[in-house]
């Protein structure tokens, strides 16, 4: 069996010319499902959240939830669409089991919002994202594959429905495609997920967790050789975190330049994407709006905003990201490379957040983009699944700003917050890790550092005051690093002078 060419991602992109397109699905967070009053909590028991209209069972309709299509429009507005004056819900026919109406009602050619953009920042450029559509539809219930290795229905032996989700509002983002992105393809796509995630959050619509499926990426990709039409597009789906993203439009670079370098063709298909290895396997062939059979939902009336109400919507938007970002650089005195470090590292938010709490912006900075940001990347975590809050930053810096513990305590107490052992004042307590400052107890350990090391207390006594930190070494070793530098120094030189 031959194996494909596999090139390199620098060579890939020499070679080939990558267009993407994303498809972002954001589960609102209205109390109630799209077209039924069954509440929408997140994590309750299987199945205990349904009702005859959610389930499609016969005699059961629809009636439309206001709050779901005014998030819909703020949405819109928020990405520069224009809103439609009228629009209409169709029924989207396929069969899957998690699907327990055979259909989906959804939006087909009469969406709510078309032709916006976003724009995104990458390494201080400003790229421009087109936006075709925001929809407005249900989700689906989910599948649950049991006895296999994977969690997929490939080797499992058994395959469970819970349709607790079934029914709730769900929005999709469909930007156009997006050519010229050339070698940065997969860095622009992670941007705008991420711009669209904090866009989406600060309009307080949806919580936007990925790692709870609240909000779903599908990563479209294709190649074409340069001055040739675009190529045949893939569908990654599912991708659920923002590094996941990145890594998907990378992996389908390289998988396809090898097969068009080997003469090979791309089928038009759905895609996973594997954590694990980072790599895609192929799904089900992609099927065309006509697969579908949509035609218009029978059971809703048209949907018509009025002008006053999109315009009551667009007064009372927000301030948008990317304004609050340049406001807060300036207010945290970051310089342009500091504030696209901290927008790199996905830590923007956070440290908005542990400002909030009560601490600098230069100390929250210190912790989230020094000791956690490399935590997040020794265990391939993003920052905000690390278990850490930003109260707990902020709390942590409390106590190193109230000599409490110092840094390098901190960052002990650090570790015992990400292993789950409770906020920092309970780790430093239930570890004993308090800084010793009583004056007492130090001036004992700092005597019997410099009787036990004669010559370099003399070096002191005749003036050489940097030998005084061989002596302050030996302190914080024999107090378990828990004394205080500042105070141990002072008494060494108190002592010899």
């Not at 629009?87 to 109406?101: C, L």
């Not at 790229?127 to 594959?145: A, F, M, N």
């Not at 930007?175 to 991420?194: E, F, L, M």
Request: charged share 25%; with cysteine; glycine share 10%.
């Amino acid at each position: 069996m031959s194996t494909a060419t596999q090139l390199s991602y620098d060579e890939a992109v020499a070679r080939f010319e990558p267009v993407i397109g994303l498809e972002t699905h954001v589960e609102l967070g209205t109390n109630t499902k799209m077209f039924c009053g069954c509440p929408t909590e997140f994590g309750a028991e299987p199945n205990t959240q349904v009702c005859p209209v959610c389930l499609g069972l016969p005699g059961s309709l629809p009636v439309a939830n206001r709050a779901a299509i005014e998030a819909t429009i703020r949405i819109g507005l928020a990405l520069n669409c224009s809103i439609a004056p009228w629009g209409r819900f169709a029924r989207k026919n396929y069969f899957y089991p998690d699907m327990p109406k055979n259909f989906q009602i959804s939006q087909y050619d009469e969406p709510l919002c078309v032709d916006g953009f976003l724009e995104v920042d990458v390494d201080g450029e400003l790229v421009r994202i087109g936006i075709e559509r925001v929809h407005l539809e249900e989700d689906t219930g989910k599948s649950l594959h049991v006895g296999g290795s994977t969690g997929r229905i490939h080797g499992a032996t058994e395959s469970l429905v819970d349709y607790n989700r079934a029914g709730i509002p769900l929005v999709e983002i469909v930007t156009k495609p997006v050519p010229g992105t050339g070698a940065r393809a997969p860095q622009i796509a992670k941007a705008y997920v991420t711009e669209l995630r904090d866009v989406i959050r600060s309009l307080g619509v949806s919580d936007v967790r990925m790692e709870q499926g609240s909000m779903r990426c599908d990563v479209n990709t294709s190649l074409n050789r340069p001055g040739e039409e675009w190529g045949t597009r893939t569908e990654t789906k599912n991708v659920n975190s923002l590094r996941s993203v990145e890594r998907a439009v990378r992996s389908e670079i390289i998988r396809q330049s090898g097969v068009l370098t080997d003469g090979g063709t791309i089928t038009q298909e759905t895609r996973h994407f594997h954590e694990n290895t980072g790599e895609t396997t192929s799904g089900r062939s992609k099927e065309t709006a006509t697969d579908y059979r949509y035609f218009p939902e029978p059971d809703l009336v048209p949907l018509a905003p009025s002008a006053e109400w999109v315009a009551e919507l667009k007064a009372a938007l927000p301030e948008l990201p990317r304004v609050r970002r340049q406001r807060q650089q300036a207010e945290w005195g970051f310089s342009d490379l500091d504030m696209q470090s901290v927008l790199n590292a996905g830590a923007w938010e956070l440290i908005g957040a542990t400002v909030a709490a009560g601490t600098s912006a230069a100390a929250a900075r210190k912790w989230w983009l020094g000791e956690l940001a490399r935590h997040a990347n020794e265990t391939d975590k993003e920052l905000d699944a690390l278990g850490v809050s930003p109260e707990a930053v902020a709390q942590l810096q409390g106590l190193v700003d109230a000599g409490k513990i110092n840094d390098k305590l901190a960052r002990v107490v650090l570790e015992g917050v990400i292993a789950g052992e409770g906020t920092p004042a309970e780790v430093v307590a239930a570890r004993g890790l308090e800084v010793v400052s009583d004056e007492g107890a130090l001036t004992k350990a700092v005597d019997e550092a410099i009787a036990a090391n004669p010559d370099i207390a003399a070096k002191v006594r005749d003036g050489k005051v940097a030998a005084a930190g061989a002596l302050v070494g030996a302190v914080m070793k024999a107090t378990g690093g828990k004394a205080d530098a500042k105070t141990v120094r002072e008494l060494v030189i108190a002592r010899l002078s």
